[in-house]
């Protein structure tokens, strides 16, 4: 928390592969998007002595790593018109655009995903997260029906169910308020 979120060397890591990131953190990071966009019509990175803002203010003078990196941005609908709208080369480089649903419908398989979902949020959380008990996961599966304002679709918006995961953990793990309610 408050640091970036958009950390030296994920293009190059993603070399060969996909990047996918968030428009608006390459957008609210100062210098971020020239520099990605340079990376996109170059084909390489460029790393430089003394981090982005140097390699913004000393163009050229770093070293060059070719990447062949296929950028995926998420993002609003209307941060794509306007960077089309005011960036001269976004519209050739980014030319498909798909939109996801913001739920889904409440089944068998849907509820298997979620579950799946939960899953591996603890395995990869490295223990931030815990396991859940079976009541848990029923509450995380009922809250998330809340998100979608409706008791027949589940939200397919999973960054505010794994920030209840995580908060969920901290309240566990945190044994005073547990404590006081039982006295």
Same mark, same amino acid.
């Given at each position: 928390?408050?640091?970036?979120? *958009?950390?030296?060397? =994920?293009? $190059? +890591?993603?070399? /060969? ?5 968030? &428009?608006?953190?390459? @957008? ?23 981090? *982005?803002?140097?390699? =913004?203010? $000393? +163009?050229?003078? /770093? ?5 062949? &990196?296929?950028?995926? @941005? ?110």
């Amino acid at each position: 928390p408050g640091g970036p979120v *958009l950390k030296p060397g =994920l293009f $190059h +890591k993603a070399s /060969g592969g996909f990047l996918v990131l968030d &428009v608006m953190d390459a @957008l609210k990071e100062p210098g971020v998007w020239p520099t990605l966009m340079r990376a996109v019509r170059s084909g390489q990175a460029e790393i430089a002595e003394g981090g *982005l803002a140097s390699a =913004l203010m $000393h +163009k050229g003078e /770093g070293i060059k790593i070719p990447g062949a &990196v296929k950028l995926v @941005l998420l993002g609003p609908r209307h941060i794509q018109t306007l960077l089309a709208d005011h960036d001269p080369d976004f519209a050739s480089h980014f030319k498909a655009q798909a939109e996801f649903e913001g739920s889904m419908p409440v089944a068998a398989e849907m509820i298997e995903g979620y579950l799946y979902f939960m899953k591996r949020m603890v395995v990869s959380s490295g223990g931030k997260i815990l396991n859940l008990a079976r009541d848990a996961m029923a509450a995380v599966l009922e809250h998330a029906a809340e998100l979608a304002g409706s008791n027949e679709r589940l939200t397919a918006r999973f960054g505010p169910v794994y920030d209840v995961l995580r908060e969920a953990s901290f309240w566990a793990r945190d044994t005073s308020w547990s404590r006081a309610e039982t006295d």
